[in-house]
């Protein structure tokens, strides 16, 4: 289902068209009532009237996010603060917060975003989505509600912990939709099996992203919970949730590219990369915000970008999975290790007897690099049973290796003993970066 078909649906020619009228305006807007991005033009000597085309794209400075570090909190606004609606900021996962300002036409832009993205799971006005994601500065309640009013959903506006309580209203206020982050929609599924009250469950659909997250996972929740498990990708420099969605193929996330322009680069020659399938950071341009317009922002999040037809009929491109932020990539003993290779490891043993509950730690010991992984045992894996255990964990320091390429020391702990979030889950400990 689409909710805006005649955008979602546009031939490729006309959307872009369409991307290039509103890229020229977007940058003259820019020019006209930002400082910081006229100063930068006029230093790469690049001029409004140079750029007439999604093709002229590459002529443009980037944007940082030290920039909207160094001009927060209001520098970057293309607008007087008068016209500015609502505040956001980001969750702060890699230092000091940044903060964005919609205007009026920009919430009811990201309203649309966030409805495309339920009406793309099979969402109605029949449907009671429970917003457990965090409302506040945090993008993701505040969007998910706004896309969902857009539709005319039953929402429950419960914001992100008190996880019993969540149960509970799920099962007395029927929910079908689940809006959180996955970590957190693995912990509610834990939740409602220890209550055991799964089957008095009614939810058909979960609408999950703000972090990494892996195949084996969307396979954990969706056993778990007996629901069909869809991944959303967004940024609160862009927009919040709604710059990607995924539809009923669940085969990546389509951008919506009539409002945010995506791009692949190689995050160290600057260059775009065209290549199909190719892995590169990526980079968005919003191209009709009002607010706080931003030009080939770099987001630091490597993707690909697939371009093939989906079956759905949108004509928007995909994201694959995001790896993860570069700034999440581990170098250890020099190899580079995602954890996100690591999840994906861990989770293949889930029914073997470990839980879907791991920490990462990575220290320095006599100039050497250490990984350690903590994996919650399964409660009914015996634990004084330590041959079995043994096994495991050789079974898994092994996988580990051929995956990543390093040695790696795995480690079963006790059932719950690893904390539990409520928003993005805290995965990695790296010591290294705290002394
Ligand atoms: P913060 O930067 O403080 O975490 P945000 O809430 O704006 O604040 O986080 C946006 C980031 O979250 C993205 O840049 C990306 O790294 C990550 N993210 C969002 N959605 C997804 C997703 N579906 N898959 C992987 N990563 C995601
Ligand atoms: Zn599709």
Redesign the pocket.
């Known amino acids: 289902m689409y909710f805006q078909k005649d955008f979602e649906c546009m031939p490729r020619a006309d959307l872009t068209k369409l991307q290039s009228q509103r890229l020229v305006n977007q940058v003259k807007y820019v020019y006209e009532n930002v400082e910081c991005y006229r100063k930068r033009m006029d230093y790469a000597g690049v001029k409004p009237e140079d750029i007439k085309g999604i093709e002229d794209l590459k002529k443009l400075p980037f944007t940082y996010k030290s920039d909207l570090r160094d001009y927060y909190p209001y520098g970057l606004f293309a607008r007087p603060l008068t016209d500015i609606v609502e505040l956001h900021a980001?969750?702060?996962?890699?230092g000091k917060?940044i903060v964005v300002g919609y205007t009026k036409n920009d919430l009811d832009m990201w309203a649309g975003c966030a409805a495309r993205m339920l009406s793309a799971i099979g969402a109605t006005s029949d449907d009671i989505i429970q917003v457990a994601y965090g409302y506040g500065l945090?993008?993701g309640g505040f969007g998910l509600h706004y896309g969902a009013e857009k539709m005319g959903l039953t929402v429950i506006p419960i914001s992100s912990g008190n996880t019993e309580r969540q149960i509970e209203t799920m099962i007395d206020f029927k929910a079908t939709i689940l809006a959180c982050t996955p970590s957190y929609a693995l912990y509610l599924a834990e939740t409602a099996e220890k209550m055991g009250v799964v089957d008095q469950l009614k939810l058909k659909a979960g609408i999950f992203?703000?972090?990494?997250?892996t195949e084996e996972m969307r396979k954990q929740i969706e056993e778990k919970l007996h629901i069909k498990a869809y991944?959303?990708?967004?940024?609160?420099?862009i927009v919040g949730p709604g710059v990607a969605f995924e539809c009923d193929h669940q085969s990546g996330m389509h951008v919506n590219e009539d409002h945010f322009i995506v791009e692949v680069i190689d995050p160290e020659t600057l260059e775009p990369i065209t290549e199909e399938g190719a892995v590169g950071e990526l980079v968005f341009s919003t191209i009709d915000r009002e607010g706080a317009p931003l030009l080939r922002y770099r987001?630091r999040?490597l993707g690909v970008v697939i371009k093939t037809p989906c079956k759905c009929g949108r004509k928007f491109v995909r994201l694959s999975?995001?790896k993860?932020?570069s700034d999440d990539m581990l170098i250890i003993r020099g190899v580079n290790v995602f954890p996100s290779q690591i999840e994906g490891v861990l989770l293949q043993y889930c029914d073997k007897g470990i839980t879907a509950n791991y920490q990462i730690v990575v220290d320095r010991l006599n100039n050497n690099d250490t990984l350690d992984v903590f994996v919650e045992m399964a409660p009914d894996l015996f634990a004084d049973d330590m041959a079995s255990i043994e096994r495991l964990q050789k079974q898994l320091v092994d996988k580990l290796r051929s995956v990543l390429g390093i040695g790696a020391k795995v480690t079963l702990v006790n059932p719950n003993s690893i904390a539990r979030s409520e928003g993005?889950a805290k995965r990695v400990i790296d010591k290294r970066k705290l002394v």
Request: hydrophobic share 20%; charged share 30%.
């Open positions: 980001s969750s702060g996962t890699t917060r945090f993008t992203g703000a972090e990494p997250w991944d959303i990708y967004g940024l609160t420099e987001t999040d999975k995001p993860g932020r993005k």
